[in-house]
């Protein structure tokens, strides 16, 4: 078990931003039977033409690197952030009431909770009705005047909803509640006009769009989640032993890590509320936390096979991708500041960053084998994420609680 409540600058830097993945999160989980957003054949045909944003800005943020606008120490090239950050004069040396970080009953309980969830086992219900909200185990065949289409059938392999939800097209979903496991009963939409055609057996096209289908569905099972208790022989068989061989004391154990969550947490506030940033913040950092922003947003339009203008239009309610930037430019400066805000820190303490920082950083994570996030974001970006947690990791350790 790793510390629970490891701390990530990474995810930091992006929890204050105000963009909602709301309106998309649905989207970018799409199903890959006709039955959910595309039509499996239609997919691979529209993937081969994939649109072109005419807006630069688009461009710009799909070649985003992480790490190009960083040093070898992870602080941003060029910029000195201690001129634009004037850190708070007792940082060094901080001391906090004892008041103010300590673990309540219930943020105790609601931490064993979630650990305890983790290993959390999926049942096969096979005798209750389905209620909205359920977990079910589906199959189903898709045909269009009798005629079954490429997408439209989980071939007995079986396929995991659930009830009620919007994955699938029209009210699909909705249409399985009330049923039990073992029913076979057919399912009636209607596609949506735009929606992309298929293709029969033989590999002749069947039009979609606007058209009446009905799926034969197969109710399996549905998914019941049971959550172990916390018991000394869970410890014993789960829990690896230095965390404590009891009940008892696995939860000092885990008392002591949110203790200790809520210590960086308090660190942090203060950190952010008593720094005083410059009026004028420099372009660099800026703009990174502009196509920060956008490039994650590439992903999901590129899932879609959207550009990103289409994208920003159809689930972030706004016009355009500028649009998008100047509703939410609060919450990218202060992404910015964060950015700063943690390599003035670095600076201060007259920081660099070494392989041997980094691997800290992600062993701290529980993460041995970063390979992947190396090849992904760049060494700089990690950098900056290690030189950053090491000089936070200084303040900790000379903070003072009573």
Same mark, same amino acid.
Do not use: W
């Given at each position: ?219 399996? /099972? ?77 992903? /999901? ?102």
């Amino acid at each position: 078990m790793k510390k629970i409540f490891s701390r990530s600058l990474a995810a930091a830097f992006c929890a204050g931003m105000a963009l909602s993945l709301a309106a998309c999160s649905s989207t970018a989980a799409s199903s890959q039977s006709a039955a959910s957003s595309e039509a499996a054949g239609s997919e691979a045909s529209s993937a081969a033409s994939a649109p072109v944003d005419p807006d630069p800005l688009a461009q710009k943020a799909a070649d985003f690197n992480y790490s190009a606008a960083l040093d070898e120490n992870g602080y941003f090239t060029g910029v000195r952030a201690l001129d634009y950050v004037t850190l708070p004069a007792d940082y060094k040396a901080l001391s906090v009431s004892a008041a103010d970080v300590q673990v309540t009953d219930d943020e105790l309980q609601t931490n064993l909770d979630y650990i305890l969830s983790q290993f959390a086992e999926t049942e096969q219900d096979t005798e209750s009705t389905i209620q909205n909200g359920d977990s079910v185990n589906i199959d189903y065949v898709g045909s269009v005047d009798g005629i079954e289409f490429t997408g439209g059938n989980t071939n007995g392999q079986g396929t995991t909803v659930t009830a009620g939800s919007t994955q699938y097209v029209d009210d699909f979903l909705t249409q399985i509640i009330g049923h039990k496991p073992g029913e076979t009963f057919d399912v009636v939409v209607t596609f949506p006009d735009g929606y992309n055609d298929s293709t029969d057996a033989n590999g002749d096209p069947i039009k979609l769009a606007g058209q009446e289908a009905v799926f034969s569905v197969t109710i399996n /099972y549905i998914a019941k989640s049971v959550t172990p208790e916390l018991t000394d022989e869970f410890i014993s068989k789960n829990i690896d032993p230095k965390y404590g061989s009891t009940v008892e004391e696995f939860k000092d154990t885990v008392r002591k890590d949110v203790a200790d969550a809520n210590l960086e947490k308090y660190v942090t506030n203060y950190l952010t509320q008593n720094a005083v940033y410059a009026d004028e913040l420099p372009e660099a950092v800026t703009e990174y936390s502009s196509m920060m922003v956008l490039n994650y947003y590439c992903g /999901y339009a590129s899932a879609k096979n959207q550009t990103l203008t289409q994208f920003i239009q159809e689930n972030l309610d706004a016009d355009s991708i500028q649009a998008l930037l100047d509703s939410n430019k609060e919450a990218i400066d202060n992404q910015a500041k964060r950015f700063l805000l943690y390599q003035a820190l670095a600076e201060d303490q007259g920081l660099d960053c070494t392989d041997d920082d980094v691997k800290a950083y992600f062993e701290d994570l529980g993460n041995t084998d970063y390979s992947d996030y190396q090849n992904f974001y760049g060494t700089n970006y990690l950098r900056m994420n290690a030189v950053g947690d090491k000089a936070f990791n200084n303040i900790l350790a000379n903070v003072t609680v009573g």
